[in-house]
């Protein structure tokens, strides 16, 4: 169902919410990327998602309200810092990990005691959970360790399985998922990177950088307290490395061997556009942070749905705004699973 006039809004709203409410799936649009949405109260609908996704039983859930009410059902405990936050960034695309209520089942959390939530600022999201009336658990609509999607189309292309509802709501408008910082440590800690970044956060409370989080070692089966801790993650079917190069020559002698053996490859840049390399080889992404968030799945989709053997994307620049970008980036890149 798309958005695209008032009356399909209103009746894709009373639509997915009958389904919600039945227990079943839904595809929904968010500010980040599309979500995969059950009810987070409904223990065996949000299992459904495990299921359907092929998600580890270890990955928690984020739930999304779009009340005060919803937050007070879901945190066992709401801090200064946390309404600090809220107050600063919700709504919008950040996840705040608090302890979490009786009311959340367990299922939504991969056993652990803490929650993620977040206030999503898209206007169907904030309407759809306001006319179910419950908050909603929804990580991104795509298989397990797979690119996230950020529009209808992605998800279509790649969904496992049928689901009641695809609810098309255009392109996303950050394209990557929410930062996420945990509440649940003195100072809090960004467990996941995103558009908002430690500098803009530091501003609001005292936040620490991502570090060395616990369960992100590969092969650990402890509780997460939040998605987006695997080593590899958000990965395109073809690997990906990341590269820097000084013209084209630098660059063909760096994936020379790939070359050689004929394999097709698609460049990914920013600010260095290599020579010597085929036209629809080469995409380039403004060197932006914020656009270089929004373009850079659609691109990796195009990869996958074309057939690429081989994806090079230029390393990011270093700066804070950026952070979010190049921890997508690692993950995607990395070479096993954890």
Same mark, same amino acid.
């Not at 309404?83 to 959340?104: M, N, Y």
């Given at each position: 169902?798309?958005?695209?006039? +008032? ?136 298989? @397990?360790?797979?690119?996230? /999607? ?9 969904? /496992? ?31 996941? +990177? ?6 803009? #956060? ?5 936040? #620490? ?33 990341? #590269? ?23 460049? #990914? ?19 932006? @942070?914020?656009?270089? @968030? ?45």
């Amino acid at each position: 169902m798309s958005l695209q006039t +008032p009356a399909d809004f209103t009746e894709a709203v009373e639509a997915a919410a009958t389904l919600l409410r039945a227990g079943e799936l839904v595809v929904v649009p968010t500010e980040t990327v599309y979500g995969l949405a059950a009810n987070a109260f409904d223990p065996a609908a949000v299992s459904k998602i495990y299921t359907f996704k092929g998600r580890p039983s270890h990955n928690p859930i984020i739930v999304h309200v779009a009340t005060a009410d919803m937050i007070r059902e879901c945190a066992g405990e709401w801090s200064e810092e946390a309404q600090r936050l809220a107050r600063a960034f919700w709504p919008g695309p950040l996840t705040l990990v608090v302890p979490k209520s009786e009311r959340v089942p367990m299922v939504v959390t991969a056993g652990g005691a803490t929650v993620g939530l977040r206030w999503p600022s898209h206007a169907f999201m904030q309407a759809l959970i306001r006319r179910c009336g419950f908050p909603l658990a929804a990580p991104s609509a795509n298989p @397990a360790n797979q690119l996230s /999607p950020t529009s209808a189309d992605h998800v279509l292309h790649n969904l /496992p399985g049928p689901v009641g509802l695809v609810v098309d709501g255009g392109p996303s408008n950050v394209g990557i998922e929410s930062t996420v910082v945990d509440l649940c440590r003195n100072p809090a800690v960004i467990l996941r +990177p995103g558009m908002i970044h430690r500098e803009a #956060l530091a501003s609001v409370i005292p936040v #620490l950088s991502p570090a060395a989080v616990e369960g992100t070692q590969r092969g650990c089966e402890a509780p997460l307290k939040s998605p987006g801790l695997l080593s590899k993650h958000y990965s395109p079917r073809a690997p990906l490395r990341l #590269l820097r190069w000084r013209d084209g020559a630098d660059l063909r002698e760096q994936i020379d061997s790939e070359v050689r053996a004929g394999r097709r490859v698609q460049i #990914l840049c920013h600010s260095r556009i290599p020579a010597g390399f085929a036209p629809d080889q080469v995409s380039v992404i403004p060197h932006d @942070a914020e656009a270089f @968030a929004r373009a850079l799945y659609a691109e990796l989709h195009q990869c996958d749905q074309t057939g690429v053997e081989l994806i090079v994307v230029e390393c990011p620049p270093d700066g804070p705004e950026w952070h979010g970008v190049q921890d997508r980036l690692t993950r995607a890149s990395a070479s096993s699973e954890s």
